[in-house]
């Protein structure tokens, strides 16, 4: 069973517009999660993370926003940019700095 | 720095034929795991480690093996490959775990067939 849901498995946006990416989780022992950001043929690239006690952490154009009772995440990217199109994959830590990752989204940005 | 490098970036096995696949981190992190990455499954801890000469595994290490005799180096073993073992595979390295999220600094992935 996936301890981490990223239910939309893509979502395109126009070039200016907000992109918003979710991911639920089931287990309420995380301690923080993090959002990744792939390209093609490359590792995933740390982006935002958000410690289980805070409810929004921002970071330029990127805002995660946690929802405790409902076990849900959300990452905001505003204004989008073509080059923000990506993989992105949420994760949340366990015991040992262990991640959990859901299967990503593909945001596309078009200009 | 080169961060997290991975040997060989692309191999085609048979099945039943036996590979390993090399991890390094010039970061001087003590933990080191090993994903693999699958068609919408996300990533998948297959083991890690929290130091030299430690090792542990994680949510699929079945067919797998690794060792960890140097800090810098992190090796992921097949003894027999089977198709299934057909993914594209990411080392990752990280500070010990403490204060903050201790980001995960990830290779840039080895792409394994098994036919």
């Known amino acids: 069973d996936q301890q981490v849901k990223q239910n939309s498995p893509s979502l395109s946006v126009q070039e200016g517009r907000i992109s918003i990416l979710n991911c639920d989780y089931t287990?309420?022992?995380?301690?923080?999660f993090l959002w990744y950001k792939k390209y093609p043929a490359e590792g995933p690239t740390f982006l935002i993370s958000?410690?289980?006690?805070?409810d929004k952490n921002e970071d330029g154009r990127f805002t995660v926003f946690l929802n405790k009772s409902a076990k849900h995440l959300s990452l905001h990217i505003v204004p989008s940019q073509p080059g923000d199109s990506a993989v992105y994959f949420c994760?949340?830590?366990?015991?040992?700095?262990?991640?959990?990752f859901g299967a990503g989204t593909i945001l596309r940005v078009k200009s | 720095n080169a961060g997290v490098t991975q040997t060989p970036k692309f191999r085609v096995l048979k099945t039943g034929q036996s590979m390993t696949l090399l991890c390094a981190q010039d970061?001087?992190?003590?933990?080191m795991y090993w994903y693999r990455q699958d068609p919408g499954m996300g990533l998948r801890l297959i083991h890690y480690?929290?130091?030299?000469?430690?090792?542990a595994k994680g949510e699929v290490p079945d067919g797998y093996n690794v060792s960890r005799l140097k800090k810098q180096n992190f090796l992921l073993g097949l003894e027999s490959a089977a198709p299934s073992q057909t993914s594209v595979y990411f080392c990752?390295?990280?500070?010990?775990?403490?204060?903050?999220?201790?980001?995960?600094?990830f290779g840039p992935g080895t792409r394994l067939t098994v036919l």
């Open positions: 480690s929290v130091g030299e000469g430690t090792t």
């Open positions: 287990n309420s022992m995380f301690d923080y």
């Open positions: 970061m001087n992190h003590e933990y």
């Open positions: 990752a390295s990280s500070l010990r775990g403490g204060r903050g999220h201790n980001e995960q600094f």
């Open positions: 994760a949340a830590r366990e015991y040992g700095n262990k991640l959990v």
């Open positions: 958000i410690s289980s006690i805070k």
